[in-house]
């Protein structure tokens, strides 16, 4: 069975839809292991977005993902990177479809980075890396 590491981001957090977005997971029979309202450090997000590190939307990003508060949390269940992934729909809130997360409540207002609710671990090594950046003491 995996886990991955969920963000509530700030604009999700701003909008009061943590309890919309863990509802649609939990419904879909993922099993919660920890959950924390979390600011992020700019330490903490240079290492969750190395990947990004040099991308014109890299700064900006930072910034967005400093500016509040977000809710971390890990789920677990077969193929919960995936289906997670599923729930989340596709990175701009404008073309994900009506029925995921991001479709139905995100937005986009031409800013310099998609305000698009949700992170979600794309792998089994990314998801270990980043439940051992936001959760620390968890086995
Ligand atoms: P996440 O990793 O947050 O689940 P993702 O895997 O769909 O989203 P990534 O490619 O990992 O997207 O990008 C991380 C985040 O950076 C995105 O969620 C979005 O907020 C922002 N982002 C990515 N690509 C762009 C872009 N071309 N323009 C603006 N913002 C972007």
Redesign the pocket.
């Known amino acids: 069975t995996q886990r991955t590491l969920v963000l509530v981001k700030p604009d999700g957090v701003r909008r009061g839809l943590t309890g919309e977005v863990l509802r649609r997971i939990e419904a879909k029979g993922y099993t919660l292991v920890a959950c924390e309202l979390k600011q992020a450090t700019r330490d903490m997000l240079a290492q969750h ?1 190395a990947e ?1 590190e040099g991308k014109p ?1 890299y700064e900006p ?1 930072v910034e967005f993902m400093l500016s509040g508060p977000v809710t971390a949390a890990v789920f677990e269940g077969e193929r919960v990177i995936e289906g997670f992934r599923a729930l ?1 729909g596709a ?1 701009d809130p404008t073309v994900a479809l009506p029925g995921t997360i991001r479709g139905d409540l995100g937005r986009d207002w031409g800013l ?5 609710i ?3 671990s ?1 792998s089994e090594e990314s998801s270990a890396r980043e439940i051992a950046i936001w959760f620390p003491g968890l086995a």
């Open positions: 977005y990004h939307f990003l989340a990175t310099k980075v998609q305000q698009n949700v992170h979600g794309d």
